[in-house]
């Protein structure tokens, strides 16, 4: 199957610095990439989605200036989480429904593995 | 609004039982259903899903579920358990623009 990776798979920061999370799309290309967060022994939550060439949509209550999302490339999208703090702590997932997928509702879509993320 | 209730946080079985992992769901339409599962150090990886027709989808692994709408409810199923089942199983509910709603999740432990 198509394989996404996401880079670091674990980060430790300060508080008040900036942390970027990188995901790839390996062998497909994706204009859209979504963003997850998970809490510990909690659900998935959407956080946003990052489209290629254009502005990413933040879900309700997300921080667009504390999350900056850039989807650069067909292949890659970025999260920097800004002036982190240790509220941020938490483990990141994106995934990517590749190119020749519509836009519709019941596409399969391939996930990265994660990035630990730990603010002290 | 959408939403998925994943009932059990946790469940034992021992290796070779049968499996059965809860899933509701609250959607106003024909619901688009997924069950994923997540490995430690991998990203989710689907199992299964369901968009019409057949209720009873087959999957990955040896895993099916099935699509009842009378009690909105999508349960994943597996006739004998193996020890490499361990991991945590999520369900959701897949939105227009290819968005997902999970459920909480549900850690399967396999004891030998």
């Known amino acids: 199957g198509a394989v996404v990776s996401q880079h670091p798979s674990r980060v430790i920061c300060k508080s008040g610095t900036s942390v970027k999370i990188e995901c790839r799309s390996l062998d497909f290309q994706a204009t859209t990439m979504f963003w997850y967060r998970q809490f510990p022994k909690q659900s998935l939550m959407l956080m946003a989605t990052s489209n290629e060439g254009s502005k990413a949509t933040y879900e309700q209550g997300v921080e667009k200036d504390k999350f900056l999302i850039n989807h650069a490339s067909l292949t890659l999208s970025t999260l920097t989480v800004t002036s982190a703090h240790p509220e941020d702590s938490s483990f990141y997932i994106c995934?990517?429904?590749?190119?020749?997928?519509?836009?519709?509702?019941?596409?399969?879509?391939?996930f990265g593995p994660g990035t630990r993320l730990t603010v002290l | 609004a959408q939403s998925v209730t994943q009932p059990d946080i946790h469940i034992t079985v021992s290796e070779g039982a049968s499996l059965e992992l809860r899933c509701n769901y609250s959607y106003g339409a024909t619901p688009y259903l997924f069950w994923y599962v997540q490995s430690p150090g991998q990203g989710l990886q689907l199992l299964l899903k369901y968009f019409s027709g057949d209720t009873l989808v087959q999957g990955i692994k040896g895993f099916e579920a099935e699509f009842k709408r009378s009690q909105s409810s999508f349960n994943l199923r597996k006739p004998s358990v193996h020890w490499s089942d361990a991991a945590e199983y999520f369900c959701?509910?897949?939105?227009?623009?290819?968005?997902?709603?999970f459920g909480a999740g549900t850690i399967l432990r396999v004891k030998s």
């Open positions: 959701a509910v897949g939105l227009y623009g290819n968005k997902l709603v």
């Open positions: 995934s990517a429904p590749p190119l020749w997928t519509s836009g519709g509702a019941g596409n399969e879509q391939f």
